[in-house]
Every structure is written in C-alpha cells, then in structure tokens.
Nanobody, 124 residues
Framework: QVQLVESGGGLVQPGGSLGLSCAAS????????ISWHRQVPGKERELVAA???????NYADSVKGRFTISRDNVKNTVYLQMSSLKPEDTAVYYC??????????????????WGQGTLVTVSS
C-alpha cells in the first residue's frame, strides 16, 4: 500500500511563514504530479499549487509570489513553503499525488492518493 503523510501545520500570525511537508511511503516506483489543495468548511477544495515530475510548477492566483512548491524525488516528498500568510489562507491543507506501483504483471499502475490533511491557522 502507498500513502501520503503530511506534517507542518499549525498556528501562525498574519505575515508569518510556515512550511508543510508531504511524504509518500510504500512500494513506490515513481510519482507523477504532486499538488497541494486546501479546504475551508462549507467550501469546495481548491488547488493551491502543483508540481510535475519534471519540476514545472503551477499556482493559484491567490498564492502566487507567496507560496513555493518543491519536491525531493529521492525522498518522495513534496514541500509547500508559505510566506506572507493571510487570515484567508486558513484552511486544512491536503497533498495529492499519482503514485506509480509495479503491478503483478510487472506493468506500472498509477494510484491517486490524498494525505490526511493538516490544519493551517493564520490568526493574531
């Protein structure tokens, strides 16, 4: 089984910085795109940032210039560095990845996985 485990959430003051990590574990062959999403109660989950296996990145307009997504392909880990945080960044943050595993017939099958979520609260 493969899974994603997030860490790094917490309480931070407006204007502060916080870093999130998401580590994939299990019998992993490869990982395609990895992304961070966030959700507040009563609203749909929204894409925050994404990074391809080649390192190309994409950000929501609301976080451009403030958030940075990166990945370590050796550690199977993706990071989200958040700075200049605003109260409206308060949400549960989830990572998502398409993880390749070797199937019984020796082909690669990609499984979509979500992390358990980590709460980020921006408040004074």
């Amino acid at each position: 089984q493969v899974q994603l485990v997030e860490s790094g959430g917490g309480l931070v003051q407006p204007g502060g910085s916080l870093g999130l990590s998401c580590a994939a574990s299990g019998s992993i062959f490869s990982i395609r795109d990895i992304s961070w999403h966030r959700q507040v109660p009563g609203k749909e989950r929204e894409l925050v940032a994404a990074i391809t296996s080649g390192g190309s990145t994409n950000y929501a307009d609301s976080v451009k210039g403030r958030f940075t997504i990166s990945r370590d392909n050796v550690k199977n880990t993706v990071y989200l560095q958040m700075s200049s945080l605003k109260p409206e960044d308060t949400a549960v943050y989830y990572c998502n990845a398409h993880i390749g595993v070797i199937d019984r017939d020796r082909t690669v099958r990609y499984l979509e996985r979500w992390g358990q979520g980590t709460l980020v609260t921006v408040s004074s």
